[in-house]
Structure formats: structure tokens, C-alpha cells
């Protein structure tokens, strides 16, 4: 257990819908990620977020943003949904600070099924 | 950018020996760090190694150890004792250096590594 929570576990949804998926940080982390795993594009990073402000940027399509709340949960927003936007989505968490500690840790993922 | 290179789709070992998993990868930056991440049909990302561009000595983990090449851009995954809990789809992963610790991981299309009892 990595300490990360996400919640769905699993998430089956029409397209043209609009989903929120939730991530928990480990205990102590200012930073989360969220990726992307699908069968045609691998495993994509898709932005970070680092104790309330966006940090970095990956391949992030318009129709999906991100937030992360003062309790430092965040929340991944997938909007007009597609049946390509089907995948997992991982949330990662690390403390943000100090570079030796930089080792992302990673939640049991959401998996989301557009039909 | 960044990319990472895993040219083995699928791998199979015995159970008891050694097996090394490729990864190259291309940059321009001198200050990197490169991943090892293990997926289990249970489909969780857990962290194998991890070894600093900086550092010329390879890390190592119980069985596990990388051959680091960094003038080769190279970063191999040795097994040794491979155990039927291996088996796993392995990641090869980077993150640039970064002051404030941002950027995702940039990961190679993964390889399949059966253990055959």
C-alpha cells in the first residue's frame, strides 16, 4: 500500500458525460500527479500539482483540468468524454521539496470506462 | 523532449535465474533521475529503483540492480533469483532535475516479464 488513495475504483460513464475522479496524497506530500494509461498512448503524465498551484503541465487535453484543494486532495475533472478518454488514471504523490525525497508514489488507480 | 526507449515487448525467465530488462532514453539535460516501476496484474505502479544522474555508482535494491551507461543514455534492469512474483509489466521511467521538484515522469512503453516455474 503506497499511502495513495483514489476513489472510484472503477467508473463506467456515456460520452458526452463529465466525471470527477479523487485523489488522497500520502501523508506529508505537497505534490500529486495525475496520469493517463491507455492502451494506444501508454502512460502519460498529465499535469502536477504542488501544494495548491499548478506546477507542470503534460499532455492535458483542453476538455480536462485539475485542482487541488487546501487539504491537499485533488481532483481530476474529464469533461465532453470521448470513448478514447477510456483508461486508468493514476494519481502519484511526493513531498515537493527536497530533491532527494523526489520519488513519486502511486494510488491504485481509477479505471474509466466510456461507452 | 524526453523520450524512453524499451525495446523488449515481452521477456521470459526461469524461475531461479537472471534476467536484464533494457531501457534507453534521449535528453539534453546533464541532471536526471531514472525509475524502474513494476505493474502486477493488480495493475498498482510500485516503485522498483531509482538511481541519480549524478551518481556513478548503480543502485541496487535485493535482487534488483541497474547497469547505469550515462554517456550510452542506458539504463538496464538486472533480476537475479527471478521468483514467480516478478511477474510483471516493468516501466522504465524519467524526471529531469528540477529545483522544485516539478515535471511528471516521462515512461518507455513497458516489458512484459514472464516467470516460467
Known amino acids: 500500500d503506497s499511502g495513495v488513495t483514489q476513489t472510484p475504483k472503477h467508473l463506467i460513464t456515456a460520452t458526452g458525460q463529465r466525471v470527477t475522479l479523487r485523489c488522497s496524497p500520502r501523508?506529508?506530500?505537497?505534490?500529486v500527479y495525475w496520469y493517463q494509461q491507455s492502451l494506444d498512448q501508454g502512460l502519460q503524465f498529465l499535469i502536477q500539482?504542488?501544494?495548491?498551484?499548478?506546477?507542470a503541465k503534460g499532455n492535458i487535453l483542453e476538455r480536462f483540468s485539475a485542482q487541488q484543494f487546501p487539504d491537499l486532495h485533488s481532483e481530476l475533472n474529464l469533461s465532453s468524454l470521448e470513448l478514447g478518454d477510456s483508461a486508468l488514471y493514476f494519481c502519484?504523490?511526493?513531498?515537493?521539496?527536497?530533491?532527494?525525497?523526489?520519488?513519486?508514489?502511486f494510488g491504485p488507480g481509477t479505471r474509466l470506462l466510456v461507452l | 523532449a524526453q523520450t524512453v526507449t524499451q525495446s523488449q515487448p515481452e521477456m521470459s525467465v526461469q524461475e531461479a535465474e537472471t534476467v536484464t530488462l533494457s531501457c534507453t532514453y534521449d535528453t539534453s539535460e546533464s541532471d536526471y533521475y531514472l525509475f524502474w516501476y513494476k505493474q502486477p496484474p493488480s495493475r498498482q505502479m510500485i516503485l522498483v529503483i531509482r538511481q541519480e544522474a549524478y551518481k556513478q555508482q548503480n543502485a541496487t535494491e535485493n535482487r534488483f540492480s541497474v547497469n547505469f551507461q550515462k554517456a550510452a543514455k542506458s539504463f538496464s534492469l538486472k533480476i537475479s533469483d527471478s521468483q514467480l512474483g516478478d511477474a510483471a509489466m516493468y516501466f522504465c521511467a524519467y524526471r529531469m532535475y528540477s529545483g522544485g521538484g516539478a515535471d511528471g515522469l516521462t515512461f518507455g512503453k513497458g516489458t512484459h516479464l514472464i516467470i516460467q516455474p
Open positions: 500539482y504542488y501544494n495548491g498551484e499548478e506546477r
Open positions: 502519484a504523490s511526493s513531498v515537493g521539496q527536497a530533491i532527494e525525497q523526489e520519488t513519486q508514489y
Open positions: 501523508s506529508g506530500d505537497l505534490s
